[in-house]
């Protein structure tokens, strides 16, 4: 297992930076979209006569995007492409508004008070809880729990590894469960939209297309990560010698509790999310209600779904303001805006991945290679008779295996998207159920790469504690968590779907077309 965790890492280190990946994939696409092109590359078109984008002859042909029709194509969209990429505004909306709340200390706070007034036996679970709710705030839960979990485990006598250990499993290998709906979700719900357009170029997917998957699995990894944490990890821990540490210091470090003032801010805080969702409750829960659909009268393809970006912001915002007024860290609205402006700051290397991502996307449909691949791959399924259950749990499988050297979870559903989400809708699937297929397997394989951004910042903690840590040490002790995620994660998935037959979220189908 060590050689295998090692060979990962050399071969992660062998691929570029994601920005450039997506250059040379674009690049090799236009290369394979001239010489297919000419050499009649085409599948039959399954969608039935009629449909938008069907062809008069039925007939799928790869587009040449290097002759001088396809280049000035691209140079008449390049910033089209860039500005109409779905996730690109719905992320910038929703972060100004966690930007807030996390400028205000409101989000730190709250996890603060969370995990050190837990129970002592249900520390363990509060912590691997408290990380998976951390994720509505981008990087907070790896730069503020990760390490609390260490000191408050140290301060229980317990060893602070385990703490940690707990806290990044639920941080980084819960990132796809959650209750509330956080800037990821519209992310990979415009990534998802684009590629379904492949097929059906009116397809929508919203930000909440998996929430109520979500919310059954931040439960169930909450108790997978404390019975992980509590019989296996902690045991094989052992107990902690002191002398490990590389610094003694750390050891010293006192764990700082909510004030009084920050209690309070708290409190106003949860009394206006509390009036915003009961606001919000009474435009949507009626069967009048302004912001249901005005033709059918149901939730399903209201403006409330449409919007939720919007909802997202101010669920976050107006909170945030308040406790930042009461506790102080708000003192003008200059502060409002500094707070917006340095959560835009954060998202400079991302808007630089989005529009190289962006022109990748758009390359794949206009050359027709990616429906010619989705067809070609759901005949060879349907051929092989890979379908149900046992083809999901293989796709989440290549995901994880996939994000084991392409850590970023944006950067790898940009790129695996437009291959198996119109390949999977034309053996029968939705793309609200695809892309949570996906997240099990990005989330789960998350904690045991090193390509994920902060594994090197989780290192350096862990190495505070036990300084001859390395990084096969911490990825042989998140390997007991990355499985059983994996097992229990992908065990709900088909229960839940194939099963049950529940949504994966509101409104969300399960089969395409829908059934």
């Given at each position: 297992m060590q050689r295998f965790l090692q060979g990962v890492e050399w071969l992660g280190n062998l691929l570029p930076h994601p920005v450039i990946l997506f250059v040379w994939m674009s690049v090799l696409l236009l290369v394979l979209s001239a010489v297919m092109s000419y050499f009649g590359v085409s599948v039959i078109d399954p969608r039935p006569e009629g449909t938008s984008g069907r062809s008069a002859d039925g007939m799928?042909?790869?587009?040449?995007?290097?002759?001088?029709?396809?280049?000035?194509?691209?140079?008449?969209?390049?910033?089209?492409?860039?500005t109409g990429f779905v996730p690109l505004g719905t992320v910038l909306v929703a972060l100004l508004g966690v930007g807030i709340a996390e400028h205000s200390g409101m989000i730190s706070a709250a996890l603060r008070g969370l995990v050190m007034n837990a129970p002592k036996k249900m520390v363990t679970f509060t912590i691997v809880f408290a990380g998976i709710m951390s994720n509505t705030a981008a990087e907070l839960g790896y730069v503020v729990l990760i390490p609390l979990a260490a000191v408050i485990f140290h301060s229980l006598g317990r060893h602070p590894l385990a703490g940690l250990a707990a806290a990044f499993a639920g941080?980084?290998?819960?990132?796809?469960?959650?209750?509330?709906?956080?800037?990821?979700?519209?992310?990979?719900?415009?990534?998802?939209?684009?590629?379904?357009?492949?097929?059906?170029?009116?397809?929508?997917?919203?930000?909440e297309a998996n929430w109520y998957f979500m919310i059954a699995s931040t439960f169930l990894i909450s108790g997978l990560g404390y019975f992980v944490t509590e019989k296996i990890v902690e045991p094989s821990l052992g107990k902690y010698n002191p002398n490990d540490a590389d610094d003694a210091s750390v050891l010293e470090t006192q764990i700082e509790k909510v004030s009084s003032v920050e209690k309070k801010g708290l409190l106003w805080a949860g009394i206006?999310?509390?009036?915003?969702?009961?606001?919000?409750?009474?435009?949507?829960?009626?069967?009048?209600?302004?912001?249901?659909?005005?033709?059918?009268?149901?939730?399903?393809?209201?403006?409330?779904?449409?919007?939720?970006?919007?909802?997202?912001?101010?669920?976050?915002?107006?909170?945030?303001?308040?406790?930042?007024?009461?506790?102080?860290?708000?003192?003008?609205n200059q502060d409002v805006v500094d707070a917006m402006s340095n959560a835009m700051s954060s998202l400079s290397i991302y808007i630089v991945l989005v529009f190289f991502a962006?022109?990748?996307?758009?390359?794949?449909?206009?050359?027709?290679?990616?429906?010619?691949?989705?067809?070609?791959?759901?005949?060879?399924?349907?051929?092989?008779?890979?379908?149900?259950?046992?083809?999901?749990?293989?796709?989440?499988?290549?995901?994880?295996?996939?994000?084991?050297?392409?850590?970023?979870?944006?950067a790898q559903w940009a790129v695996t998207?437009?291959?198996?989400?119109?390949?999977?809708m034309l053996t029968g699937y939705a793309p609200e159920m695809i892309q949570a297929a996906y997240r099990i397997g990005d989330s789960t394989t998350n904690i045991i790469t090193p390509m994920m951004s902060y594994f090197g910042l989780i290192l350096?903690?862990?190495?505070?504690?036990?300084?001859?840590?390395?990084?096969?040490?911490?990825?042989?002790?998140?390997?007991?968590?990355?499985?059983?995620?994996?097992?229990?994660?992908?065990?709900?998935f088909s229960v839940w779907v194939f099963v049950l037959g529940l949504p994966v979220g509101p409104g969300a189908e399960t089969y395409y077309p829908a059934q």
């Open positions: 799928i042909e790869v587009v040449n995007l290097l002759n001088g029709k396809g280049l000035a194509r691209i140079v008449e969209n390049l910033v089209t492409n860039f941080v980084s290998g819960g990132y796809s469960a959650n209750l509330l709906l956080g800037t990821v979700d519209p992310l990979l719900s415009g990534i998802t939209q684009e590629a379904a357009r492949i097929i059906d170029p009116t397809y929508t997917v919203g930000a206006s999310m509390l009036i915003f969702c009961l606001l919000l409750a009474w435009t949507v829960v009626p069967a009048d209600g302004i912001l249901r659909n005005a033709e059918t009268g149901l939730v399903s393809g209201s403006p409330f779904l449409k919007g939720i970006v919007v909802f997202i912001f101010v669920f976050f915002a107006l909170p945030g303001y308040i406790y930042g007024k009461i506790t102080g860290s708000i003192k003008s962006a022109q990748f996307t758009a390359f794949f449909k206009w050359s027709n290679l990616g429906s010619v691949m989705a067809v070609s791959g759901a005949t060879f399924l349907s051929d092989v008779g890979l379908t149900g259950p046992l083809l999901l749990v293989g796709f989440i499988i290549i995901c994880g295996l996939v994000n084991l050297m392409l850590g970023s979870a944006s998207a437009p291959i198996f989400v119109p390949m999977l350096a903690v862990a190495m505070r504690y036990k300084k001859d840590t390395g990084v096969g040490t911490l990825m042989a002790m998140m390997l007991p968590y990355s499985m059983a995620f994996l097992i229990g994660w992908t065990i709900l």
